[in-house]
Structures are given as C-alpha cells and as structure tokens.
C-alpha cells in the first residue's frame, strides 16, 4: 500500500485496548512489540507508534490521530490503513466522523468480504470522498484464524515471517 500510494513512510499502531475487543485474550504488549520489530526490522520505510499501547484506558482511533497529526504538524496527510472487513465495521467504531476529518481512509480488499463505499459515505458523510480501496494481493489469512490455528497445533509457520514464526514457538503464544 505504501507503494501504490507513494507514501514516505508508514508507523504501525499496535491496538492497546481496543473497546470492541473487551473480552478477547490477545499477546502481551511486548510479545505484538517484539513480533511486529522482527516483521519489520529491514525496513526503512517502517515505524511503529507505542500511542495506544502506553495511553491507559481504552484506545481509540480518533484520539490517536489526533496525537499524531499534533506530532506530525498541520501540513501532513495522514493516511488510515485498513482492510475491507473493518471498513465493512467503521461506521460502529467511536467517532468515525473524526477518523475520516483527521485521515484519507485507504482499504485493502480481502477476499469473500463486500462493501458499499456509497452506504458507508452515506453513514459517515464526513468520509464521502475519502475512501480509497486499493488492490493488494489478496491473502486469505486473518489474526484470528492464524490464533486458532496455533492453539490447536495446526502449521503455520508458511502464514507469517520465519523470524516471528520462531518467536510465537520460542514464547509459546496462543496456545491454551
């Protein structure tokens, strides 16, 4: 996506607390840190932002844009990465009219997932203009399906990088 979109860089935003996901058991804060540095190590094109991680509470979307584009300055296009299914999900997200103010709203396609950007539009009226979808090779694998697959002993070392493969083994991740 930073290709397609000429972007100078791209900071990943590890979720804190994500109020959607209250009842979900995810990584620790430093196993997702540690997974996402070894994913990304070798490029310089890559950062990532502690915001939500170290902010207390419930983190949300519209707060951390704000934070980064005060960071940023006035003159910075934020750009919003997300994938199809959580576009199909954004009208419900806290103040979706805020997160398409402060950020062009760019949206990978995912496979078996449809989604009117016109009822979207109509929703959430401050994104009319601002959703971009954009072609990206179309990998049928989700966080929470590579999760299950862990936990019950499925392979899925050829689903992530071998270096974050070997961290989830060594730190024995998502098993029960």
């Not at 009117?116 to 009319?128: K, L, M, T, Y």
């Not at 974050?164 to 098993?175: F, H």
Request: proline share 8%; hydrophobic share 40%.
């Amino acid at each position: 996506m930073r290709h397609h979109l000429n972007l100078d860089s791209v900071i990943f935003l590890p979720a804190g607390r994500p109020p959607h996901k209250p009842d979900q058991l995810l990584s620790t804060d430093s196993d997702r840190l540690a997974m996402l540095r070894l994913a990304i190590a070798d490029s310089p094109v890559f950062s990532i932002s502690t915001i939500d991680i170290d902010r207390p509470g419930a983190s949300y979307t519209a707060e951390t844009l704000r934070v980064l584009q005060d960071q940023a300055g006035a003159d910075c296009q934020l750009h919003f990465l997300m994938g199809q299914d959580s576009l199909r999900d954004f009208p419900t997200w806290h103040r979706p009219d805020l997160i398409a103010r402060r950020a062009k709203l760019v949206v990978a396609l995912r496979p078996g997932i449809s989604i009117s950007v016109e009822e979207i539009e109509r929703v959430v009226p401050e994104a009319q203009g601002r959703i971009r979808l954009v072609p990206v090779p179309l990998i049928g694998i989700s966080s929470r399906d590579l999760r299950d697959t862990i936990r019950s002993g499925g392979p899925f070392r050829y689903q992530v990088l071998p270096q974050v493969a070997a961290y989830i083994e060594r730190q024995r991740l998502y098993r029960d």
